[in-house]
């Protein structure tokens, strides 16, 4: 079964993409729902790499949920206006490992309307045996809620380039 998503985000394409690939934006949007916490030697990455990354989740920081492997790889598409983080990932022990397939694509394209937003595209393609039903309901609302943080977070995404050594002077010239 599919869950989808289909949003304008309020920041600019790169600001977009550094997020998505951002293993804090990541475990802000899932919380307070879903707590996950790294169970690599070092953590979390600062950005999300192509490979496997072993995860616990706990539903509300409480309830073992179980270990999965997030697996990404990244991919561009038509003239490299749209970036897709790929996970193909699965769960290892626990109540996610019920869920036999795992395919999610979150891809980031500049806004179509010209307004200098992010159009954000999340498909979750999950596949449970006969939870499946059950599977994707859980997944779907969850998917609402994230979806509700992406947006309420992306207007505080932006980039904002360090200031150049001109600027630093025109600043102590000012003061």
Known sequence: MRVLLKLILDCDPDAAWRAIRSP?????VSSPLVEIESLAADGFPSVWEPGQHPVSMRGGGVIPMGKQIIRLDFETR???EVR?????GQGV???VST?????HKMAVAPDPAGTGKTLYRDQLVVGAGLLTPFA?????SFWQFRGH????LAPTWAYDLPATATDAGETEAAA
Do not use: N, P
């Open 84 to 88: 897709i983080v790929h996970d193909s």
């Open 136 to 140: 994707w309901y859980s997944l779907w």
């Open 93 to 95: 022990t626990g109540a």
């Open 99 to 103: 869920i036999r397939l795992w395919d």
């Open 149 to 152: 943080k992406l947006q309420k």
């Open 24 to 28: 804090a934006v990541f475990r802000e």
């Open 78 to 80: 038509q003239r490299g």
